[in-house]
């Protein structure tokens, strides 16, 4: 080998056993601090060296041994993508809002623990570290917050990716005032085309329908603006409340008693519309709250809007969570309540449009002003059923459809010869469906959808004996109990399904998405987690609070590691085309 060859050799070896000692030791890769600012926050992070970076899923930063103090929010700055992970490229601040749980004074030494783990772009990855700094805060700066919705550990449970709900709520601090009350209009007017507006439609138009005759298209829009308006404030109100405590004012009226108090009323509304009797204030009260007996009806609406928008109300979306979310950091009451009103007259819209087509359409008094209310008063026990669908079994609910359908049916002369073809069709049609149904609640099978599907099953021996593929959910209703399930399942992909026995999408989600053949084989390979909050108890709201939950359902997913994906988070009902693809995303 030629002198010089081998000269350029040992210079090459030796310039790069060099560079190899030369990769940063911990404490110069990694400095990291913690401080006070004027605004009492604590400012956190990590000094990062050259070419070094961290990992988003293992920073965490908390409190230690504090129980008077808590962490109301945490600012984050933007991560990138390197080799599949969430990293900081650059040394990351993270800004600790604290709050306090208890009216206490003074200052208080608090301990702020920040752990990390990272590597060199040269090739070398670190060990984890960690590090404690005792700050001493002010409390009296503090504003107190006992039901703050911020988690202690939120930088361990968070990808660092946000979801629909955090975007929208970012978009609430961002954007201007007009602005945000038109993105949350049209936020509403998409929410009302969701199933969860359309118990209201039988209650506004057997509301005008009720009002008899001499009703105008200009009093049929005043009612309609009336009820709508009482339900955007009401909706308002205990959206606001929701956010400033952190808790579900609609979850809190869907008890028992109260779900059977205002399907009671539904029942005494149809009986009216079936001229039983007529519903109306005694003449001397009307006399003596107003010279216009007129107003009694006003009243009227806008009591049964305010109380529908609480009890029959829309479901909880992801515009909605946002705008909760927004309030329940920023404690800004004006603009949040501003977009939840803005969104909830969105939703109004339609209904104040289906509201005057029942005036505007209104039948001369006759045989067909009889048959519409009829049909109303139809709609008013279908809603009736609805809503006690919440605290009964379905086969139930099944049941009571059946007997109303079938009473209808009766009623519009489905056995007679005589009257409108177009009108006997229609009730042996409806007839038809609803012995289907009577007969699926006999076969112990009730469905609405397949009442018959179970002859189907019976016939199939293939069926009959094929293996249950039905999806298993463990259900837990505390965070500890969730702990448990967690930690026995790391390893492996995990589905959290946010339900309550009261919620009507919910239910939904059961019959149509999950019970999808698709959606279940593909959640085979997911460990399935359901958080009943059905009681709305202290641990369920606990729970809630964690994960940022202001109503079910929601769909969570985390990580083989355990890390929240955050991003990845399903609020409200999802179809099972969209699931998949969801699903397939992860």
């Not at 070094?52 to 984050?76: A, H, P, R, T």
């Not at 306090?100 to 608090?110: C, L, P």
């Not at 079938?406 to 409108?420: M, R, V």
């Not at 369920?540 to 997913?557: D, N, T």
Request: aromatic share 10%; proline share 4%; net charge neutral.
């Amino acid at each position: 080998m030629n002198i010089f060859v081998k000269i350029f050799f040992l210079l090459t070896l030796t310039l790069g056993l060099a560079n190899a000692g030369k990769f940063l030791m911990p404490d110069e890769a990694f400095a990291p601090y913690a401080k006070v600012n004027d605004k009492m926050q604590v400012e956190t992070g990590v000094t990062l060296g050259d070419k070094i970076y961290l990992y988003d899923k293992e920073v965490k930063v908390e409190l230690l041994g504090s129980k008077d103090i808590i962490i109301k929010n945490i600012d984050k700055p933007a991560t990138v993508d390197h080799d599949g992970d969430k990293v900081y490229m650059k040394s990351p601040n993270f800004v600790l809002t604290l709050a306090k749980e208890k009216a206490v004074e003074g200052t208080q030494d608090v301990k702020v623990k920040i752990s990390y783990q990272g590597c060199s772009e040269e090739g070398l990855c670190y060990e984890p570290s960690s590090k404690v700094f005792t700050l001493k805060i002010d409390t009296s700066k503090l504003s107190f917050d006992g039901k703050s919705s911020a988690s202690a550990a939120a930088l361990q449970t968070d990808t660092g990716d946000k979801s629909q709900t955090d975007t929208i709520a970012d978009t609430i601090k961002s954007s201007s005032f007009f602005v945000v009350l038109a993105t949350f209009l049209g936020f509403g007017l998409l929410l009302s085309l969701t199933p969860c507006v359309f118990p209201m439609i039988p209650i506004i138009s057997g509301v005008i329908i009720s009002q008899g005759e001499g009703l105008t298209t200009k009093k049929a829009f005043a009612l309609s603006l009336v009820y709508v308006l009482a339900m955007a404030v009401a909706y308002t109100i205990a959206g606001v409340l929701a956010g400033l405590f952190g808790s579900n004012l609609q979850a809190a009226l869907q008890t028992p008693w109260v779900v059977y108090s205002f399907a009671g009323v539904f029942v005494v509304l149809a009986f009216s519309m079936f001229g039983f009797y007529e519903l109306k204030l005694p003449d001397a009260l009307v006399a003596k709250v107003s010279a216009n007996s007129n107003k009694s009806g006003y009243v009227g609406v806008a009591i049964m809007g305010f109380l529908s928008a609480l009890i029959v109300g829309p479901c909880v979306a992801a515009p909605l969570a946002g705008a909760l979310v927004y309030i329940g950091q920023t404690g800004d009451a004006l603009l949040g309540g501003a977009a939840l009103f803005s969104m909830s007259i969105g939703m109004g819209i339609p209904l104040i449009l289906v509201g005057v087509s029942a005036g505007k359409f209104m039948p001369k008094p006759g045989a067909w002003m009889t048959l519409v209310n009829a049909v109303f008063g139809v709609l008013m026990l279908g809603v009736s059923i609805w809503m006690l669908g919440k605290v009964v079994d379905s086969s139930v609910t099944t049941l009571l459809y059946a007997l109303v359908g079938i009473g209808f049916a009766l009623y519009l002369d489905a056995f007679t010869k005589e009257g409108h073809i177009f009108k006997r069709s229609v009730a042996f049609v409806l007839l038809s469906y609803s012995m289907a149904l009577f007969v699926s609640v006999l076969a112990g099978a009730p469905s609405m959808t397949q009442p018959l599907a179970f002859l189907k099953a019976k016939s199939s021996p293939s069926i009959v004996n094929a293996p249950s593929k039905e999806l298993h959910f463990i259900k837990v209703t505390s965070i500890d109990e969730l702990n448990k399930v967690l930690e026995k399942n790391k390893g492996k992909k995990i589905l959290l399904d946010f339900a309550a026995e009261w919620c009507t999408s919910c239910k939904e989600l059961d019959e149509v998405t999950f019970s999808n053949a698709a959606v279940k084989a593909k959640l085979h390979d997911y460990i399935l987690i359901r958080a009943d909050v059905t009681a709305n108890g202290e641990q369920e709201k606990a729970l809630s609070k964690k994960y940022g939950v202001f109503g079910p359902p929601a769909i969570l997913f985390f990580d083989k590691n355990l890390h929240l994906m955050k991003a990845k988070t399903i609020v409200g009902f999802i179809e099972p085309d969209e699931l998949l693809a969801h699903l397939n995303s992860l």
